[in-house]
């Protein structure tokens, strides 16, 4: 987007271009074959490289391949061409190395949320008492200190995904992918769940991937969003988000912030030239004509 940023936040945008890249990825293209034998083109040539501690947001129109490509990058899809590197090696499969948080809660519901969040450290090799411990310190970071030994089924919507979070970062993956991990939630929750992550990403050596339907969402998360468009699939813009850290539920009304979202809502919606007739939904009459509400 061709707006100049406020000099601190030019600066920030400078000092992230200063770090490592984390993750790389060069031309990645995927394809299906459908039942039928055909070659269903996801997406092709996307380019994106994420720096240590950036907040990437992902958004565009339902089946343009986001959960797709997180996938990929998660290693659980492989690509038709090009490649994703992390740390410079290229991704093969799944590892420990990267987090995941879905929509659906993953947790183990016959484990206690202590044991949720062991369970990545003893598979690694940590000791009981070690990974006990550390599951401690991430269950407090989160806010369900006093939560260890509840089973994820006495738990919220939104405290199951904050088990899931520290499930996912006690193991200090070197990005954390989570796909519309909020989308469950009711609005109010979704927004608690919003200030809970922000602040983790603080604290935390955390650099986040993340896929949302939401823009306000995906604005209020993000130093940048990827913004995806179907047929073809592809990146279409990669948007600068002009607001500073911390954020606050209140920049959600400033001018900068509107002018993001409704940026990248053309993106995905670019506006009608004047006098295209809007497309409508056929509905079958089912009152009595006359009974009109307008
Ligand atoms: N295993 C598969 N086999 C065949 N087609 C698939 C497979 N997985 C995904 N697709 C197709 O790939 C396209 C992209 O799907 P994907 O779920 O990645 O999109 P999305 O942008 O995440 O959609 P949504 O926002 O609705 O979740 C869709 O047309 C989908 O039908």
């Not at 770090?19 to 394809?31: A, D, I």
């Not at 070659?39 to 092709?44: A, K, L, P, W, Y």
């Not at 979704?190 to 969402?217: C, G, K, P, S, W």
């Not at 592809?234 to 912030?257: C, H, K, N, S, Y």
């Amino acid at each position: 987007m061709s707006v100049a940023h406020p000099p601190e936040v030019a600066a920030r945008f400078g000092r992230i271009r200063q770090r490592p890249v984390v993750l790389e990825v060069e031309q990645l293209g995927k394809s299906f074959v459908s039942p039928g034998g055909e070659t269903v083109r996801v997406f092709d040539g996307v380019d994106l490289s994420i720096r240590r501690r950036e907040f990437i947001t992902v958004v565009g129109p339902s089946g343009c391949g986001k959960s797709t490509f997180i996938r990929m990058v998660a290693g659980l899809e492989t690509a038709t061409s090009g490649r994703i590197l992390l740390d410079g090696e290229a991704v093969v499969g799944p590892g420990a190395d990267r987090g995941m948080v879905f929509q659906a809660y993953t947790l183990f519901p016959w484990l206690s949320v202590k044991r949720n969040v062991m369970f990545g450290l003893l598979q690694a090799g940590r000791s009981e008492a070690s990974a006990s411990s550390e599951a401690c310190v991430w269950l407090e970071m989160v806010g369900l200190k006093g939560f260890e030994n509840h089973h994820p089924a006495q738990l919220s919507g939104g405290m199951k995904q904050r088990v899931a979070i520290a499930r996912a970062l006690a193991n200090k993956p070197r990005i954390l992918l989570m796909d519309e991990p909020f989308g469950a939630l009711d609005a109010q929750t979704r927004a608690e769940m919003q200030d809970y992550l922000l602040q983790i990403y603080r604290n935390v050596d955390a650099t986040i991937l993340f896929i949302t339907h939401d823009l306000d969402e995906a604005v209020y998360l993000a130093d940048r969003v990827v913004v995806m468009g179907r047929k073809p699939g592809r990146v279409i813009e990669t948007v600068d988000v002009p607001l500073l850290r911390p954020r606050d539920p209140q920049m959600a009304f400033t001018d900068d912030f509107l002018a993001t979202k409704r940026h990248i809502e053309h993106l995905i919606h670019p506006p009608e030239p004047a006098g295209t007739e809007k497309r409508k939904a056929p509905i079958t009459r089912m009152t009595v004509v006359g009974d009109e509400v307008y």
